[in-house]
């Protein structure tokens, strides 16, 4: 069944629920709550007051766009243009990745191991292939004291990044760089954080269909291994790194023993234990910089 002209709001929620429940999106009602918002300009309070009121002809067309590209398999957040990480409402380009909630566990391990406010000098972040500036924004809105920089080799990820900036009143502490990794500075940083592309090469193709042909391959693309990505960027983290400074990275299923490998080789004393993610999957590792 889909939406017609004259139908209530109500009636057209539930039948655009059944049409993604029958087409097996686990999360039907919740998409079709998000998308007849977003189709009539409401948020879930105007929406569940506005209950009653009919749907128009220009309200119909525009949910049938969103409906039809929702069941083809593309995201919700896709279809938006914009996901919520953090708390904040982040604006995303075809060259950044969704946020996902397993990358807040970076954030949290980051905000645990960054260095109390000093007197002295201004804290500063680096975050390695920074997409919707999602790490650094989240950092960032947490700790005033503190300015950071966002690189990535994407100018596109990089506007959507500093317009997220922008947006949420962070960009007279934030800067970006286009560059691979970090390859364009110079420390000393306090903190460095990453999120890089780590799954297989070979397993891209068996990922869900809303990674595999919605999000960018440049970003999720680790290599024969995985691990690419990682040996570039932390004895780069190491020599951007003040002494007692600290790397915390997202890892894959499987990834957190080789990565902690490398930051020992990379001279870091790796943090006890890896963060666990939702599933129980090691998701955010961390090291600090042994000073010599």
């Not at 391990?109 to 972040?125: D, G, K, N, Y």
């Not at 650094?136 to 959507?160: H, M, N, Q, W, Y």
């Not at 869900?208 to 691990?227: I, K, N, S, Y």
Request: some cysteine.
């Amino acid at each position: 069944m889909s939406a017609s002209p004259g139908q209530t709001l109500e009636a057209a929620r539930r039948a655009l629920a059944a049409r993604f429940k029958a087409a097996n999106i686990d999360s039907a009602e919740l998409d079709a709550r998000m998308l007849l918002g977003a189709a009539l300009k409401l948020d879930l309070t105007a929406l569940i007051a506005s209950a009653a009121r009919r749907l128009t002809q220009q309200e119909v067309e525009r949910l049938r766009i969103f409906a039809e590209r929702r069941i083809s398999g593309e995201p919700v957040a896709r279809i938006l243009g914009e996901k919520e990480f953090w708390g904040l409402q982040l604006k995303l380009a075809p060259e950044t990745l969704v946020p996902r909630p397993d990358t807040e566990t970076v954030v949290e391990l980051a905000l645990q191991m960054l260095p109390a406010p000093t007197p002295q000098r201004a804290l500063r972040i680096l975050d390695i292939g920074t997409g919707s500036g999602a790490i650094l924004l989240a950092l960032l809105s947490e700790r005033p004291d503190v300015s950071g920089v966002g690189t990535d080799i994407s100018e596109g990820a990089l506007k959507a990044a500093k317009s997220n900036a922008a947006a949420l009143g962070l960009l007279s502490r934030a800067a970006f760089v286009a560059c691979d990794y970090a390859a364009a500075l110079s420390g000393p940083f306090d903190l460095v954080v990453s999120n890089p592309p780590y799954i297989p090469s070979a397993d891209i193709a068996g990922l869900g269909a809303e990674v595999r042909e919605h999000d960018p391959h440049q970003a999720l693309d680790g290599g024969v291994d995985g691990l690419t990505a990682y040996r570039a960027l932390i004895p780069d983290a190491a020599r951007l790194l003040g002494a007692g400074g600290a790397l915390v990275v997202e890892a894959g299923y499987g990834q957190s023993g080789p990565i902690e490998g490398l930051m020992t080789r990379a001279g870091f004393a790796v943090h006890e234990p890896p963060k666990m993610d939702l599933a129980g999957i090691p998701r955010a590792v961390g090291g600090r910089k042994i000073p010599r």
